[in-house]
């Protein structure tokens, strides 16, 4: 069955970096499109940003565009999510995601907290 398994969040400062790995079973990896969500308290789930299988090809939301940089490596089936200059208002849970049509599949999130 598909697992996901987040894992890398925690406590830093405003300004500081963590990295957010996702380990991914269950389904051919490399041929998914993979994503990243997030979910701040009292507010809707939102993407964060996605690669693509061919090519590699990513796309972020305008909030972390130029701080946020996703990767995959499809050899280990994980996919990362590199968070630089990190700001109060990233404050949330992450949560690893992929649309196998019919089913998406979640991971169970992991908590970053940014506070100074």
């Known amino acids: 069955q598909v697992q996901l398994v987040e894992s890398g969040g925690g406590l830093v400062q405003p300004g500081g970096s963590l990295r957010l790995t996702c380990a991914a079973s269950g389904f051919t990896f490399w041929s998914y499109t993979m994503k990243w969500y997030r979910q701040a308290p009292g507010k809707e789930r939102e993407l964060v940003a996605a690669?693509?299988?061919?090519?590699?090809?990513?796309n972020y939301a305008s909030s972390v565009k130029g701080r946020f940089t996703i990767s995959r490596d499809n050899v280990k089936n994980q996919v990362y999510l590199q968070m630089n200059s990190l700001k109060l208002e990233d404050t949330a849970v992450y949560y690893c995601n992929v649309l196998r049509t019919p089913f998406e599949y979640w991971g169970q999130g992991t908590q970053v907290t940014v506070s100074s």
């Open positions: 690669i693509f299988p061919a090519g590699g090809s990513t």
